[in-house]
C-alpha cells in the first residue's frame, strides 16, 4: 500500500467520524465549518410538550440576554429554525410541532481547526443553555419547560458535561509556541469565592513566606473582580507558563475556573501545568500549606498532558520532554 494511500484512507476515516455520518436517528441540518480539518460538532434532541412558538421565543429571549455566560449573536430566525453565533461557531435550532410535541434539533460545528482533542464542552454548551430548565438550575426568561432527552451525539473530542455548561466557558491564555504543554482545572466550593480568591493571591504573592511545592515563582500580572492572570517561572530550567483564572458564584457554589499554558516548545509537559493550577488551591489534606484559608473543593473537570498530584509536591519542574 502506498503512502497515498494510507494518508487518503486514515484522512478518510477522521472525516467520516468528524463529520457525525455514523448513524443518527433524527435528521439535523447543520451550520457546516469553514474548515475541512477536524473541528467540533454536537447534535442535541429534546421534545417538550410546550409549544414551538413559545420555545423559539424562549431560545431568542435567552440569547439576547446579559444574564448568560455565553455572548450569542441572532443571525436569522425565520419559520421553524433559529440560527446563531457564539464565537467560532454556529448553531442551528429547528422546532417541529407533531402529535402534541416540540421536537427540538440543535446542531452546533465550530468554524476553524479545533485546537485540542478535547472540545471543553463548548459545542455541547452551545446548544443546551438555550433549551436547560430551572431543574436544571438554569434560568429563564419567559417560560420554563420540561423536557425529554431523545439524542446525543457529537464529535470524539466533546464532551456533553452539563454542570460544566452552567458555570462557563474556560479563559485560556495564548501563547508563542505551536507546540505547547496546556491543562484545564476547575474546582468548586461552599466558600465564597472572595475567600477563595484572596487565598490564591496571598500563595501567588508569596505572602508569609509560602513557597511554591515547585519551587518555582509566581507572579500576578492583572487581577479584575472575578479574574486572575498569572505566570509561573520555573525554578529550574526558567521556563514560563501563562495562568487565568475565573471566579464564578452559581447556585450558592464558587466555581473557580483555571488554564495554564506552556509559553515554549513542550508536548508532554509533565504535571508541570495541571501544578500550576492544582499548587495555587490545593489543601492541608492534600500535603500542601496555606497562607490564610484551608479550601475545602470537588474537582469538576480535570485535563491536562499529566495530572498526577505526587508530582506537584515532589518534582520541582516536572518533566518537559521539549
Known amino acids: 500500500m502506498t503512502l497515498l494511500m494510507l494518508i487518503l484512507i486514515i484522512g478518510f476515516i477522521l472525516f467520516y467520524l468528524d463529520s457525525g455520518r455514523i448513524l443518527p436517528i433524527y435528521k439535523y441540518t447543520c451550520p457546516g465549518s469553514k474548515t475541512w480539518l477536524l473541528h467540533n460538532w454536537y447534535q442535541y434532541t429534546v421534545s417538550t410538550k410546550t409549544t414551538c412558538e413559545a420555545v423559539k421565543k424562549e431560545i431568542i429571549a435567552r440569547a439576547n440576554s446579559k444574564n448568560y455566560w455565553s455572548k450569542y449573536l441572532l443571525m436569522e430566525s425565520e419559520g421553524d429554525h433559529v440560527t446563531l453565533q457564539n464565537g467560532e461557531d454556529l448553531i442551528i435550532i ?12 440543535s446542531c452546533s460545528e465550530r468554524q476553524r481547526k ?24 438554569c434560568g429563564k426568561v419567559f417560560e420554563d419547560w420540561m423536557y425529554e432527552e431523545k439524542e446525543s451525539r457529537g464529535s470524539f473530542s466533546s464532551n456533553a458535561m452539563k454542570t460544566m455548561c452552567i458555570q462557563g466557558d474556560y479563559r485560556c491564555p495564548s ?40 519551587l518555582g515563582t509566581y507572579f500576578i500580572t492583572k487581577e479584575g473582580r472575578y479574574s486572575l492572570d498569572l505566570e ?30 506552556s509559553d515554549y516548545i513542550s508536548i508532554f509537559d509533565g504535571d508541570s501545568d495541571f501544578c500550576n493550577l492544582w499548587n495555587l488551591v490545593c489543601n492541608t489534606g492534600d500535603g500542601c500549606t496555606k ?32
Open 114 to 137: 479545533s485546537e485540542s482533542l478535547v472540545d471543553d464542552r463548548k459545542s455541547f454548551c452551545n446548544i443546551w443553555n438555550l433549551i436547560c430548565n430551572e431543574k436544571d438550575k
Open 291 to 322: 497562607v490564610k484559608y484551608d479550601l475545602a473543593y470537588t474537582e469538576e473537570d480535570v485535563y491536562g498532558f499529566g495530572v498526577d498530584k505526587k508530582q506537584c509536591l515532589n518534582n520541582p519542574d516536572g518533566l518537559n520532554f521539549f
Open 232 to 261: 509561573h517561572i520555573s525554578a529550574m530550567e526558567k521556563k514560563k507558563d501563562a495562568i487565568n483564572m475565573d471566579f464564578r458564584d452559581v447556585d450558592g457554589r464558587c466555581f473557580v475556573l483555571s488554564c495554564s499554558k
Open 175 to 214: 501563547t508563542r509556541s505551536l507546540f505547547h504543554g496546556y491543562s484545564r482545572y476547575t474546582i468548586s466550593t461552599n466558600t465564597s469565592c472572595d475567600i477563595i480568591k484572596r487565598e490564591i493571591v496571598a500563595r501567588a504573592s508569596h505572602q508569609n513566606n509560602w513557597k511554591d511545592p515547585q
Open 94 to 105: 429547528e422546532m417541529k410541532q407533531t402529535q402534541g410535541l416540540c421536537i427540538i434539533l
